[in-house]
């Protein structure tokens, strides 16, 4: 999968094309925040049940180069909800 990079700061942003793979889910690009040993990947994707449908955002947080830690996360002002990564 070709991506470009765009680095900012302390961070790296990657972006990879969108697939035209058949049995692909995606709906758009992929892009991937890298910051602070955190990834925040974002991307729209079909679903399985309907690929027809609306896409569906897809966001993905993965703690990959920091010890275990709390991730408080809000939706649209509907309060935190907190994860351990």
Same mark, same amino acid.
């Given at each position: 999968m070709s991506h470009e990079i765009f680095p /900012?700061?302390?961070? /790296? /942003?990657?972006?990879?094309?969108?697939?035209?793979?058949?049995?692909s889910d995606d709906a758009s690009d992929m892009y991937v925040?890298? /910051?602070a040993g955190i990834s925040v990947l974002v991307r729209f994707r079909t679903t399985r049940t309907n690929p027809m449908s609306r896409p569906q955002l897809y966001v993905h947080i993965e703690n990959e180069g920091r010890g275990p830690t709390e991730l408080a996360v809000e939706i649209s002002n509907s309060g935190d909800t907190i994860h351990q990564i």
């Open positions: /900012v700061r302390d961070a /790296v /942003v990657r972006l990879f094309d969108r697939s035209a793979d058949l049995g925040l890298e /910051v």
